[in-house]
């Protein structure tokens, strides 16, 4: 028990100085004023009179005031008695949704109480330079503090907080009740603690205050006082803490969960620890940048450290050898069941709660956790990075959540909390797995996962799904100099895409360009909306267009959240850990309640979304039909892969489940290019379609995943809105096209319709357009016709075009080059009506409306099977003619020169005839039979005596006296002649014949 004494004022000076007089002012001292006018003087009585009714009714109403007050006091008194006769904690037990327990908050050797004395000097200096440098002075309170923190909050409009005394604390912590705790009783809460915090500073001493607080003060993991932390983190005794471990406990009572060290250790063959920070010349400014990358616990040491040189209770140098010693920790417990989980979990109870309530006072919480869908999504993490250990990737973190409540079933942060593997990698240094870092709380790149919500905040911006992007080399401005030039995964370029397939395959250059049309700022405040809500803080500034290509962080647990806005049809919900919290006599601290939900995004557009997503023929280019991604329910996915092969995700959801995987090493190295399907994409789909066993087979998860349904079904489908209907589009060609049906919301065909009536587009046949339903905002296709070289004519006028090459026999190939080039020269003209053409001079061209020229841009259009750079309008090709379909007439070199008919397959014979019809004297031509080694594969294709070759050959000219050499195919050679038959000899009669 803390004994209690009063203070008196006997003794001390009055409010007037040492001996009471009053001091003149020197303004008395001077000269005697002149005598006041007779109404002046009148108004000045007046005046004093006033003031003085003034005077008596403020010292009334301070009289009142200060009674008030006393009352107040008197009947709070009597709670003071509640640091002697405090009752002793129950624990508390954590349970899964099922009754399951998962952890129990054991208090044994969490808490040892120690006086004053046996308490480091050094942590009593660093808790009151931050806490409340003027608690040996101050009267329980900081009264300058509390009008300051008045006056900021009127400034900014909201509540700023702090100027909370030592004293104050320990008021709130170890003297008022939970319910007088609760954030909506706060204004009742602090007069109370203003007025006992005075009074227990009258009746305590200043070292039993710092004492009551220093015990009881909760500092994260499981400890409570000072003691107890020192032990629990660095295995020693409060009274053996040196400067860096002081400075890191004082730190920690303002937010224990969110400064936990244990969240952010390192580890090695000794332990965990956190590392050295170098702090810059100016770290003491309180708004000067630590060192990136700095963990929390560190940058509020900092701060800690830099109040205690402000103080003079250290020199800087010894702050700065503190910040850069590595600060060794004490090996850690674990729970036993879902542990990233249950740490997630207490700390959301010690902020509502604190310490006292969630480590002593018997509470009964019930999660939202189902702890069998936790060791399956544990268990498939698991296997499939053992499956691909061997490519440099070592851990994996996957959140399931509940669409429409946002109930976190699983959350796996680890693939095994108690494994630490550091890495192997030359020039790589931490470890690849960490097991207790809970990464499904951590931000990393998130890659191409956020392309969905890019696309969503273009579409409310005004883009529709019949709008065309450009996958085509482009370079952005960057505002330093230089130019940004994004490029695909495979450094290939597919020309005119739509965001159905450009989503789909997660195409790099329409998202920057659909980025750069929604708008960084606008896109962010979207992807806040949607779940993002401590993630991509830094500024459009900061992220620039790499924003969609995953230039900014984000943790699995905020992503998986967007995505179940999604699956909500467009309403947010936030992660709900916790359905249930019972006191120790059985009475509801709070039970989760459903509600509908904020809408953030039209479910329209969300719905259009979810259909792309979910089309396994949009990403057949990429992916190919029936890829993993193909589930058997119908499920939308994206997955996401940085580009330096740091991070793969796929984040997918159907109407009833939504599921996050990241996949990587803890200490960011790269993989061995494992790409999003084979490392988070096939732990997302083994982990969907384990879940859709568990529906089929047991009815405790087919009544958990109708649960949100109205009519207590499950909903495998996903549904259009009346909003949404299909349209006819115009085709595009290659593997990126081939489809002819869109996704509209109503709104974005009222301004189709009003854009085609403002661009109306020709349809008719006779001019070789292609007609296409509704107004084609891509391109016009056209029918042209090659006209023929003199190659291509015959010497006997007879036609023989070149063939068409051949459609690509892989449909995700693109179509042959289009040579547009030709249509400028005179290669091609415009078919006249009622006029045929040979088909193989007959084409069909896509003449591509590009968008106005950004000067902010540059651009090349050419692409994988197509080029635009060449703009060209139909109607300057001109018409086809039938002089342009008319042999070539051969003009002769010299005169007396005939063309070379072709005589190929002709006979020997049929071919001398031919010649001499043209005037060639028979002695001019040489006959060259040629056998099967001069005729190769001819001389078994015709029979003898045909021709296979001519010199001159055929097309060329036959000059006057010219010997004609005619390469025959020789005839066969005669079969051998048998041998004559062997005569029979003549038999030998039988003696005696």
């Avoid at 008030?68 to 009597?78: G, R, T, V």
């Avoid at 547009?820 to 053409?837: I, M, V």
């Amino acid at each position: 028990m803390i004994r209690s004494r009063r203070w008196y004022l006997n003794g001390r000076n009055g409010r007037n100085g040492r001996n009471g007089r009053r001091h003149v002012p020197p303004r008395l001292l001077r000269g005697r004023p002149a005598p006041r006018p007779v109404v002046g003087r009148f108004i000045l009585n007046a005046l004093l009179a006033v003031l003085g009714l003034m005077a008596v009714v403020l010292i009334g109403l301070a009289g009142f005031a200060y009674n008030a007050y006393m009352q107040i006091a008197e009947s709070l008194k009597p709670r003071l008695a509640l640091l002697d006769n405090r009752a002793l904690f129950e624990n508390s037990r954590i349970f899964d949704r099922n009754g399951e327990l998962l952890y129990e908050f054991f208090d044994t050797g969490k808490r040892t109480k120690v006086s004053i004395d046996e308490i480091s000097p050094l942590l009593i200096q660093a808790t009151i330079a931050i806490e409340d440098k003027t608690f040996y002075t101050n009267p329980g309170i900081d009264l300058a503090g509390i009008i300051r923190t008045l006056i900021d909050s009127l400034r900014t409009g909201e509540e700023t907080g702090g100027a909370s005394t030592i004293t104050q604390q320990v008021i709130k912590n170890s003297v008022l009740t939970p319910e007088e705790r609760l954030p909506e009783r706060r204004y009742e809460r602090k007069l109370k603690e203003i007025i006992l915090a005075q009074e227990l500073d009258r009746i305590y001493t200043k070292d039993q205050i710092l004492e009551l607080y220093l015990n009881e003060n909760f500092y994260g993991n499981l400890a409570y006082g000072i003691q107890a932390a020192s032990e629990v983190y660095f295995g020693v005794s409060a009274a053996e803490l040196d400067l860096n471990q002081a400075s890191l406990l004082a730190g920690l009572p303002q937010l224990p969960s969110v400064y936990n060290p244990v969240n952010y250790l390192e580890r090695d063959a000794q332990g965990g620890y956190l590392p050295p920070v170098f702090v810059d010349d100016d770290w003491l400014d309180p708004n000067a940048r630590l060192p990136a990358g700095t963990p929390l616990p560190r940058v509020r040491q900092a701060a800690v450290l830099r109040r205690m040189v402000e103080d003079g209770y250290i020199t800087e140098a010894q702050a700065r050898r503190a910040l850069a010693t590595p600060l060794r920790f004490a090996p850690q417990e674990a729970p036993l069941n879902a542990p990233h989980f249950v740490f997630y979990v207490r700390d959301l109870l010690l902020q509502r709660y604190g310490a006292q309530i969630v480590y002593g006072g018997g509470l009964r919480i019930t999660t939202t956790l189902d702890l069998q869908l936790q060791r399956m999504a544990q268990a498939t993490a698991f296997e499939r990075i053992a499956e691909l250990e061997t490519r440099n990737i070592h851990n994996a973190a996957v959140v399931i959540m509940q669409p429409n409540t946002g109930q976190i079933l699983a959350m796996v942060g680890s693939i095994d909390y108690n494994a630490v593997k550091p890495t192997n990698t030359p020039g790589e240094s931490g470890n690849v797995l960490d097991g207790q870092v809970n990464v499904a709380t951590r931000e990393r790149q998130p890659g191409s996962a956020l392309k969905p919500f890019t696309y969503l905040a273009a579409m409310e911006q005004g883009m529709t799904p019949e709008s065309v992007l450009w996958d085509v080399p482009t370079q952005f401005p960057t505002g330093t100099g230089s130019w940004y030039a994004p490029q695909n995964y495979n450094g290939q370029w597919n020309g005119p895409v739509r965001i159905r397939t450009a989503l789909a395959n997660s195409l790099n250059m329409p998202a920057v360009k659909a980025l750069k049309f929604a708008g960084i700022d606008y896109t962010l405040g979207l992807l806040e909306r949607v779940g993002i809500r401590t993630g991509l803080k830094r500024g459009a500034g900061f992220y620039g267009l790499s924003l969609t290509l995953g230039g900014g962080e984000v943790s699995p647990l905020e992503l998986t959240t967007a995505y179940n806005t999604l699956a909500s049809g467009g309403r947010y919900f936030a992660p709900v850990a916790i359905l249930e919290i019972t006191d120790s006599q059985g009475r509801t601290l709070e039970r989760f309640t459903q509600t509908p939900g904020e809408e953030v995004v039209d479910p329209a557009l969300v719905a259009i979304i979810s259909d792309m997503l979910s089309d396994d023929r949009a990403r057949q280019a990429i992916w190919g039909l029936n890829s993993p991604l193909r589930l058997s329910l119908p499920a939308a996915v994206k997955t996401g892969t940085t580009n330096d092969w740091r991070d793969a995700w796929a984040v997918g959801y159907t109407p009833f489940v939504t599921v996050g995987v990241w996949t990587g090493n803890n200490n960011n190295e790269p993989t061995a290019r494992v790409e999003s399907l084979t490392g988070g994409g096939i732990i997302w789909r083994n982990v969907m379609e384990s879940i859709f066993r568990l529906i089929a087979e047991d009815e405790r998860y087919r009544e958990l995943f109708a649960a949100p349904f109205p009519n207590g079904e499950i909903q495998t489908n996903f549904t259009l809105p009346e909003k949404v209907v299909r349209r006819p589009i115009c085709e595009l060609p290659g593997p990126f096209g081939g489809y002819r049906e869109e996704l509209f919301t109503k709104e974005m065909l009222k301004r189709l319709e009003e854009a085609a009536l403002l661009n109306p587009t020709p349809t008719t046949s006779a001019t070789g357009r292609v007609s296409v339903e509704g107004f084609c905002s891509a391109y016009d296709k056209v029918t042209v016709v090659r006209i023929p070289t003199p190659e291509e004519w015959t010497s006997t006028g007879e036609l023989r075009p070149r063939p068409l090459p051949p459609p690509p026999a892989d449909p995700k190939a693109p179509p042959p080059p289009q040579d547009l080039s030709a249509l400028s020269d005179g290669a091609y003209c415009r078919p006249a009506p009622e006029a045929s053409y040979p088909p193989e001079l007959v084409r069909e061209i896509y003449l591509w409306k590009l968008p106005p020229p950004d000067p902010n841009e540059r651009v090349e259009y050419r692409w994988r099977g197509g080029n635009a750079t060449v703009q060209l309008k139909y109607e300057d090709l001109p018409e086809c003619t039938a002089e342009m379909f008319q042999p070539p007439v051969p003009v002769p070199p010299v005169e007396g020169a005939i063309l070379m008919p072709d005589l190929r397959r002709l006979g020997e014979n049929q071919a001398k005839e031919v010649l001499a019809l043209l005037g060639i004297d028979p002695s001019r031509i040489i006959v060259d039979y040629q056998g099967p080694d001069r005729a190769g594969e001819d001389y078994f294709r015709y029979g003898p005596y045909v021709v296979l070759s001519s010199m001159p050959a055929a097309g060329e000219w036959i000059l006057p006296d010219t010997i004609i050499v005619l390469g025959i195919r020789a005839p066969d050679p005669e079969p051998a002649p048998a041998p004559e038959p062997t005569p029979e000899p003549t038999a030998v009669p039988p003696p005696g014949a």
